[in-house]
């Protein structure tokens, strides 16, 4: 088994859903020179603040623990295609024009984590409703949300800290068991 073939398992026993575009961005991995804007400091931890504000730590260690933004910075840069990275920098940018908009001329990282989470829980309503649209077109682009939070969900569930903590986790080879008894409020395998 290839690391796409793993990860696409990953998510399919997560139950998540990964979009086409980031199916897509799995098949044509490739290494470029690292230039790509994402790379600054300022970027990296305004995707580290987001990435908290979707996973933010809990009992649990949250994204900005587990170096989502790395992965974030990573996979944009070397594995999806320039269009896709445009869609993404750009949503970065509407981020702040959303959140200057909403919270008195306030950028992203100058808000309260409360005003984080109602800001970018209205920019997921708007992904929902850009995915459900009737006059959506074969070549439309991907919600720029939709590439931020399964790249979240995909580089924090494949950490050490959210596979062995979020997740129950037995390192294989191990015993196999399969009949395991289920308890309310277990967690997931991982």
């Known amino acids: 088994m290839n690391r796409r073939d793993a990860i696409r398992n990953v998510a399919i026993l997560m139950g998540t859903a990964l ?54 910075v990573t996979m944009i840069n070397d594995c999806y295609d320039e269009k896709a990275q445009q869609v993404f920098e750009g949503g970065l940018n509407k981020i702040n024009e ?27 309503q708007e992904r929902v409703d850009y995915n459900k649209r009737e006059n959506k077109k074969k070549d439309d682009p991907v919600h720029y949300f939709q590439y931020m939070k399964e790249l979240t969900l995909l580089g924090y569930f494949t950490s050490k800290p959210g596979a062995t903590e979020a997740l129950r986790y037995i390192a294989v080879p191990g015993r196999y068991e399969g009949c395991v008894p289920y308890k309310k409020g277990d967690r997931a395998w991982a």
């Open 19 to 72: 979009s086409a575009s980031t199916l897509a961005a799995l098949e044509g991995c490739k290494s470029r020179p690292a230039t790509y804007t994402l790379q600054t400091p300022e970027t990296k931890e305004l995707l580290a603040e987001i990435a908290e504000t979707i996973i933010p730590a809990t009992s649990t260690p949250g994204a900005k623990a587990a170096g989502v933004q790395d992965f974030i």
């Open 98 to 124: 959303e959140s200057k908009k909403k919270f008195d001329g306030k950028v992203f990282m100058d808000i309260t984590p409360e005003q984080r989470t109602e800001l970018l829980t209205a920019i997921d």
